[in-house]
């Protein structure tokens, strides 16, 4: 159980393009979801902490025009990087929290971009 | 504010060798503490959560210790396998009611057949 999904598994684009990442609960519901980037060589780093039907918390330097998170339901959160640029190519990486359980988070297996 | 540190950055090993890998945090209001594996390229695998009222969690040839009032964890591994290489990440909670984990920069570990 606890199975987290992402689609894309990988995505390439153009410059100036906007690329939607999902990140999708498969046998249980999450009332909070997590999205991260990972750049080479690095670990993570949590971008922001979206809840099921409101608005999400953005890390400090992260900039919520640009990677849009919506919530919409109990098992899909989704990341929209808008206006792609080659500097947001990273691997992004989403968790879930199970609703009403534990502290544990379970991690999908991540999206890479490529911003041509 | 809670940093993690993970030592060492890489570690190479013979096949067969029973190996620890560090974690250390600087603030001991930890919730639970957390070893993730992450192969190359791909999303990260839950190896073990210890609680912070628990000392220790076992899973198969792993052993993960943990001494919260020192601000450390270690994962043992015995009898590493070539499939074990990968980069091994720590991430603690804290006690506050925020779910945000703070990661270590993580281990690669690489063992030679």
Known sequence: ?116 | KQEVTQIPAALSVPEGENLVLNCSFTDSAIYNLQWFRQDPGKGLTSLLLIQSSQREQTSGRLNASLDKSSGRSTLYIAASQPGDSATYLCAVKGEDSNYQLIWGAGTKLIIKP
Request: glycine share 6%; proline share 3%; hydrophobic share 35%.
């Open chain 1, 1 to 116: 159980g606890a199975v987290v999904s992402q689609h894309p598994s990988w995505v390439i684009c153009k410059s100036g393009t906007s690329v939607k990442i999902e990140c999708r609960s498969l046998d249980f519901q999450a009332t909070t979801m997590f999205w991260y980037r990972q750049f080479p060589k690095q670990s993570l780093m949590l971008m922001a902490t979206s809840n099921e039907g409101s608005k999400a918390t953005y890390e400090q330097g992260v900039e919520k025009d640009k990677f849009l998170i919506n919530h919409a339901s109990l098992t899909l959160s989704t990341l929209t990087v808008t206006s792609a640029h080659p500097e947001d190519s990273s691997f992004y990486i989403c968790s879930a929290r199970v609703a009403g359980g534990s502290d544990e988070q379970f991690f999908g297996p991540g999206t890479r971009l490529t911003v041509l």
